[in-house]
Each structure stands twice: as structure tokens, then as C-alpha cells.
T-cell receptor, first 114, second 111 residues
Framework: EPEVTQTPSHQVTQMGQEVILRCVPISNHLYFYWYRQILGQKVEFLVSFYNNEISEKSEIFDDQFSVERPDGSNFTLKIRSTKLEDSAMYFC????????????FGDGTRLSIL | RKEVEQDPGPFNVPEGATVAFNCTYSNSASQSFFWYRQDCRKEPKLLMSVYSSGNEDGRFTAQLNRASQYISLLIRDSKLSDSATYLCAVNMAGTASKLTFGTGTRLQVTL
């Protein structure tokens, strides 16, 4: 069964540093998403991306966050200047047609900010 | 009112029991609904979509009640391996395709 893959599985970074989280979507999927889950809390939407553009973003997704799909395969989330409160699990998800379709999640990157 | 609300549990049930969870949503025009399963510190895994007419997949049955704005998940003949957190996810009306998740209901199946 095709899977969404994410790298790295765990990233430890000093506060203020930049991090890039990577996701390889399922090959025929066209809609890509990032979610985060702070330990003990619910899964929260960050951003959706379609046709090389952000289609929707949450209030969490402020100017320190950016997404891109530079080479047509990897879908990346960049956090420019990390804060302690960015520590969380970050999940990439993808689906074929966007709205009203189930999303398939990667196994996540655990981001720890020191 | 929270957008998507679930009883956090835990629900402790013996093996073989039937257990049901509900999830309420605030926006009556919401279109699509899903149940995900999440094991500790792992990714959400799609369990099933929830259709208007209700749907069943083996021991799992999902129902949608639009009038009362809730979805339900019924697990029959619970197994130890069903122990997990069950997440309700809703594609809320007025949004593009983002999913809004509940906090999850924790299920612990015991011998």
C-alpha cells in the first residue's frame, strides 16, 4: 500500500534555528497538508497546498512558516526561527482530490526545540 | 461550543465487549466526516469515512446524525489490539479541505 513518507523522524534544534521538514506524498495525490500535534493535545491544521500554491492556512501558520514543493516530489515545511512552543509532532498528509476525501498521514517528524 | 467535540475517556472495556463513541460538530453544513485511529505517539490512521446512510467495515460501524450533529463509531467484539485513541475529523463547511479534529477518545481493551 502506498505511503506518505516523512524525514527526519526526529529533529532536535536550538531555539532560533531554522528547520526543514520533508514529506514525499503518495504519487498520484495532488493535495498536501501539514498538521501538528503538541504532546497531549489534538491534531491541528497548519496549511494546505495545491497546484504549487497555499490554498488555506490557519492562524498558527504565521510568517515564520513556509511551504514549498521545489522539485515536484518533496513537499517541505520550513520553520524560519524556531521557538520552544514549536516543539510538537508534525504530520504531512495527502489526498487525491482535496475536499471531502480522506487524508492519508505520514508517520510524522518529532521536533524538539531546546 | 467547540468545533469538534469528543469525550476523552478513557473507556475501559473487556475483550469481546461492544463500545460506542460519539463526536459532535458545531457547523451544521459540514460535509464530510472521518474516524481515525491513533496509537501512542504515532500518526493518525484512517479507520473509515462516515457516509450519510451509515457504513460498516467488519467489526466497525459508523453513523451520521445530521439533525443532532454527531457521528458515532461502534466497535463490536473488542480486541486487545483495538486499544488506541479514536479521532473524529470533520471537513467543516466554509473551509476548503482542511480537517478539524476532536481531541480523541481513548479506548483501553483489557483481558
Amino acid at each position: 500500500e502506498p505511503e506518505v513518507t516523512q524525514t527526519p523522524s526526529h529533529q532536535v534544534t536550538q531555539m532560533g534555528q531554522e528547520v526543514i521538514l520533508r514529506c514525499v506524498p503518495i504519487s498520484n495525490h495532488l493535495y498536501f497538508y501539514w498538521y501538528r500535534q503538541i504532546l497531549g493535545q489534538k491534531v491541528e491544521f497548519l496549511v494546505s497546498f495545491y497546484n504549487n500554491e497555499i490554498s488555506e492556512k490557519s492562524e498558527i501558520f504565521d510568517d515564520q512558516f513556509s511551504v514549498e514543493r521545489p522539485d515536484g516530489s518533496n513537499f517541505t515545511l520550513k520553520i524560519r526561527s524556531t521557538k520552544l512552543e514549536d516543539s510538537a509532532m508534525y504530520f504531512c498528509a495527502t489526498n487525491i482530490r482535496g475536499r471531502n476525501q480522506p487524508q492519508h498521514f505520514g508517520d510524522g517528524t518529532r521536533l524538539s526545540i531546546l | 461550543r467547540k468545533e469538534v467535540e469528543q469525550d476523552p475517556g478513557p473507556f475501559n472495556v473487556p475483550e469481546g465487549a461492544t463500545v460506542a463513541f460519539n463526536c459532535t460538530y458545531s457547523n451544521s453544513a459540514s460535509q464530510s466526516f472521518f474516524w481515525y485511529r491513533q496509537d501512542c505517539r504515532k500518526e493518525p490512521k484512517l479507520l473509515m469515512s462516515v457516509y450519510s446512510s451509515g457504513n460498516e467495515d467488519g467489526r466497525f460501524t459508523a453513523q451520521l446524525n445530521r439533525a443532532s450533529q454527531y457521528i458515532s463509531l461502534l466497535i463490536r467484539d473488542s480486541k486487545l489490539s483495538d486499544s488506541a485513541t479514536y479521532l473524529c475529523a470533520v471537513n467543516m463547511a466554509g473551509t476548503a479541505s482542511k480537517l478539524t479534529f476532536g481531541t480523541g477518545t481513548r479506548l483501553q481493551v483489557t483481558l
